[in-house]
């Protein structure tokens, strides 16, 4: 499935570096969301975006930083991370947000905090 | 506060012996019901969209259905590469606010 890709697919960092996650879709869909899956855990939803704004932040710490340059591309900065935000991180699209439009998910980026 | 909860947490199965799992919810108004794969180190594989009580949907082994309370994925003689993590999750209106269970993990013998 080529629709969402993500890179890099492993990253690993140590608490005082800063990276970048990428996210593309090839759908032609105009929201975008961003996801942490951590073992035993339902998916946490962590931003929306739709045309570009960003109308969910779900109280995430600000150490994540998102970007959203236009809508079939999604980044999330990391900054000073703490080994509890080791998780899988996946990125998703919709055709809208604020509607029942189905999600499709990339492949996501596993990333490790030592 | 919407809740999702997906039974059992895991299920082995041998080859070719059929079975369900089931995806409770409580909402305050459900949009659509969503089915999700997910194999091991990857992102979930969409599966179907239910919205409404009754509706059905079928594709090759599986076939979800959607009551008021609860969606049951039924898997028809499943075979070893069906074995992998099922997610539901629930749109209930609001801006995108979609909650997902914690998953079946499914395991196929052969």
């Not at chain 1, 969301?33 to 969910?56: C, D, G, H, I, R």
């Not at chain 1, 340059?69 to 998780?87: G, I, R, W």
């Not at chain 1, 899988?88 to 699209?93: D, N």
């Not at chain 2, 459900?30 to 594709?59: I, M, V």
């Amino acid at each position: 499935e080529t629709g969402v890709t993500q890179t890099p697919r492993h990253l690993v960092m140590g608490m005082t570096n800063k990276k970048s996650l990428k996210c593309e879709q090839h759908l032609g869909h105009n929201a975008m969301y961003w996801y942490k899956q951590s073992a035993k855990k339902p998916l946490e939803l962590m931003f929306v975006y739709n045309f570009k704004e960003q109308t969910e932040n779900n109280s995430v710490p600000s150490r994540f930083s998102p970007e959203c340059p236009n809508s079939s591309h999604l980044f999330l900065h990391l900054h000073t991370l703490q080994p509890e935000d080791s998780a899988l991180y996946l990125c998703a699209s919709s055709l809208n947000s604020g509607s029942a439009d189905t999600q499709y998910f990339g492949p996501g980026t596993r990333l490790t905090v030592l | 506060e919407d809740q999702v909860t997906q039974s059992p947490e895991a299920l082995r199965l041998q080859e070719g012996e059929s079975s369900s799992l089931n995806c409770s919810y409580t909402v305050s108004g459900l949009r659509g019901l969503f089915w999700y794969r997910q194999d091991p180190g990857k992102g979930p594989e969409f599966l179907f969209t239910l919205y409404s009580a009754g509706e059905e949907k079928e594709k090759e082994r599986l076939k979800a259905t959607l009551t008021k309370k609860e969606s049951f994925l039924h898997i028809t003689a499943p075979k070893p590469e069906d074995s992998a993590t099922y997610l539901c999750a629930v749109d209930s209106g609001g801006y995108q606010k979609v909650t997902f269970g914690t998953g079946t993990k499914l395991q196929v013998i052969p």
